[in-house]
């Protein structure tokens, strides 16, 4: 039955994420026809000032909201309105710190005015109940409000964004997205569990929420502080039109993430549950899921590199064609991303959260040095290097740690498929083939190697077979 009900959570996970994420690409898709490079990448830095503000406005408070939901004596009602207020606050005071930056750092008034309404994003979003579903196992509705929210975006852009000049219309097209789904949210929790008796919280109870949830937060934090700051780096460092086409290389390699969120949903409770009940058999789970992601990874990162040029211009035309080059870099940004999510999760259902935060912190420290001596040509590029360098120094240090806690094969599962996937990429597009010819040998060649190297065979199919079905 718990197999049953992980594989109901996958399908909501990965059908509510894709559809999420598909609209929103078509919107940005539309977006970057519509209004060009320099238009696209105007509201790329809008929306990175955006996502800072959003971390003060949430601090943790969504994943300590999650927790909480998870508890079966919890009254969902009350822990909404606890939540939803400690966020409204911590929102305010974001839109105040945050506008009054943007006020003093932005001359340019087109930037400004578009910069300042996405900021009133925050209202809707600190109202948002997704935590709340997902504590609950109500992984459909979480999909549903995510789904709601992205289709309301798309018509909004569609309706009201024609020319360049009404480039405006995309921040309260943000705005009203969010507000459907915050609205959706709200209806079904009023629908589902009718209000409680409880008191209205108190700026004290709101107080110990903020700091409770603080420490939860701080390796989301940190991942979102890198993962925003590129889009501010090239503004400052180039164009806007520069930004655009970095924005674009992003925005498809976001897409892929997709994979990401499956493995937390489908692998991160096998693991935590594993962790606490049989430690024993931990090794050799982990040993199985490590190889079996490296191995997707790779052929999903080869495929892409692969059709990476006919990608970027059916998505967003000529005008982006030098984004191709970023999105191939890019590539090895999610090849780590999805790795990292193996090792990292592990040690977070371990109970090793400090451990965890550590490395991510020393992949920040890394990235930001890099980019205080960086060079002033290639700016794009030396910014995805710094990208990798976060990545790869977090995911190392988590291995250490790792390998003190479970007899982890890091050079069968880890080393040997990612040598297998570099030898193949030199080989492969070395070439200078099509892209047709491309993905043949990507098929036919690369994947075999690839399960050869990482030693994926019969029994790991059918481990996944019981998992999955």
Do not use: C
């Amino acid at each position: 039955m718990a197999l049953k009900l992980h594989s109901k959570n996958m399908i909501f996970a990965f059908g509510g994420d894709l559809a999420g994420r598909t609209l929103g690409f078509f919107a940005a898709a539309y977006l970057a026809r519509v209004l060009g490079k320099e238009g696209f990448g105007a509201i790329s830095i809008a929306l990175a000032v955006l996502g800072y503000a959003l971390l003060i406005g949430s601090s943790g408070l969504a994943l300590l909201g999650v927790r909480r939901a998870a508890h079966p004596r919890i009254q969902p009602s009350a822990l909404a309105r606890e939540i939803s207020l400690a966020r409204l606050a911590l929102s305010f005071f974001a839109l105040l710190v945050v506008g009054a930056v943007v006020w003093m750092i932005y001359s340019d008034p087109a930037i400004r005015q578009l910069t300042l309404t996405y900021l009133l994003y925050l209202f809707p979003a600190a109202m948002m109940l997704e935590w709340l579903f997902q504590g609950r196992q109500r992984i459909e509705i979480a999909a549903g409000g995510r789904i709601i929210g992205a289709a309301v975006y798309l018509m909004w852009v569609i309706a009201f964004v024609r020319t360049p000049d009404q480039i405006i219309h995309t921040a309260w097209g943000w705005t009203a997205g969010g507000s459907a789904s915050a609205l959706f949210f709200w209806w079904i929790l009023v629908r589902q569990f009718p209000g409680d008796d409880q008191p209205f919280p108190t700026p004290g109870t709101l107080w110990r929420l903020i700091k409770d949830a603080l420490p939860l937060g701080t390796a989301s934090i940190i991942s979102q502080v890198v993962l925003q700051f590129p889009f501010l780096y090239l503004g400052w460092k180039t164009s806007q039109g520069q930004v655009g086409l970095f924005s674009a290389a992003f925005k498809l390699t976001g897409l892929l993430l997709i994979f990401d969120r499956v493995f937390y949903t489908v692998f991160y409770p096998v693991i935590s549950k594993t962790a606490s009940e049989a430690p024993e058999r931990l090794g050799p789970i982990i040993n199985r899921v490590l190889k079996a992601v490296v191995v997707l990874a790779w052929t999903i990162g080869l495929l892409a590199i692969a059709g990476a040029d006919t990608a970027i211009h059916i998505v967003f035309g000529t005008e982006f064609t030098g984004a191709a080059p970023l999105f191939r870099a890019l590539i090895f940004y999610f090849l780590l991303t999805l790795t990292k999510s193996v090792i990292g999760f592990t040690l977070v259902g371990m109970g090793k959260d400090r451990l965890f935060t550590r490395a991510i912190v020393s992949g920040m420290i890394v990235f930001f040095l890099l980019l205080a001596a960086a060079p002033d040509h290639s700016p794009s590029l030396y910014i995805i290097f710094a990208l990798l360098a976060y990545q790869l120094t977090a995911l190392m240090l988590m291995i250490h740690q790792l390998r003190r806690e479970i007899s982890l094969r890091w050079i069968r599962g880890l080393a040997a498929p990612y040598l297998t996937g570099l030898l193949a990429t030199w080989l492969l597009f070395g070439l200078q083939l099509s892209w047709f010819f491309n993905i043949l040998g990507v098929i036919f060649i690369a994947v075999p190697a690839l399960m050869l190297a990482a030693g994926l065979g019969r029994d790991d199919w059918k481990y996944f077979k019981k998992v999955f079905l």
